[in-house]
DNA sequence: ACGCTGGGTTCGCTTGACGAACCGTGCACA
DNA sequence: TGTGCACGGTTCGTCAAGCGAACCCAGCGT
């Protein structure tokens, strides 16, 4: 759903408070047409909403804001550029700190379980569908 | 970089623990030129590493592994699934719980600052690149 | 010698991404 | 009254990527 080349990095740009389309534009470098698409499959997909507005002097047009579906997939997004300021360090983009408004503490994203152990990895989760088995794949060691 | 249509997907079965060629194909349906190029890609940016493996009586194949690169990206894909077992909820896809590994408890992953509170989403966060202040953008409300 | 299996490659077709050019509405200014 | 401009698109032709079906090859068991 979100696998078209450029649906995320839209919205990590609309996270970061990129709502207009010449900005999301300029902040991508992606072809008008491309954009014009990716935008609206994303609100029929109702990740984004097409809310007018308008700014004093100039006519009506419209921006592109976040619904809440869209807005629940702030922790993959962050995942994806916390992996990225870590390993993609140096390739010409500056990382991005995220810090609590108010409290100003950086911000970071952690598996926990809910008896409030940190998660390190896949090795130490087990994933069932449900509840029940997985079926006899290779999935008894996972991730290794 | 994860942009491919079927990266993301490859890397969970991974998480999954489903290794083979096969197993792959059989899970995601991928055509296997495709799975083949993405893997081979996959391999190249050093999220899995091709390594040998023989079954008794079998000759010697090789199967996809996770480097610490790839695993590295759990959180982001974790946090996909997530999104997925609550948005898309009855699209013919069981959710998958996953349960840490010895003490049982369902596994989730959530957004904390440095000081310990949880931060519920995007609002509750100011991204600074670096440090520095982001230029004049629509940045000063984000993602409303 | 033969066939089976896993892990591919090749082929022709369809879909998607791309940059450049064009369009249309409505404001500002002359 | 007309002209220019900026935003937010659409259209067009080209080129890359995804697709299923068919084919291929190494090596094992029989």
């Given at each position: 759903m979100v696998g078209e080349k450029w649906s995320l990095l839209v919205l990590r740009e609309a996270f970061l408070g990129v709502r207009r389309f010449a900005d999301l534009q300029r902040a991508l470098g992606a072809p008008k047409a491309v954009l014009t698409d990716r935008l609206n499959s994303l609100v029929a997909q109702d990740l984004l909403a097409r809310v007018p507005y308008r700014d004093e002097g100039a006519r009506q047009r419209h921006e592109y804001r976040l619904t809440e579906r869209g807005r629940d997939l702030y922790p993959a997004v962050v995942a994806l550029m916390q992996w990225g300021d870590r390993w993609?360090?140096?390739?010409?983009v500056p990382p991005l700190t995220l810090e609590h408004r108010g409290c100003g503490e950086p911000v970071s994203l952690g598996l926990r379980c809910a008896a409030g152990h940190d998660v390190g990895g896949p090795r130490e989760v087990v994933a069932t569908p449900s509840g029940r088995e997985r079926a006899g794949e290779t999935a008894d060691t996972p991730a290794g």
């Open positions: 993609l360090a140096g390739d010409g």
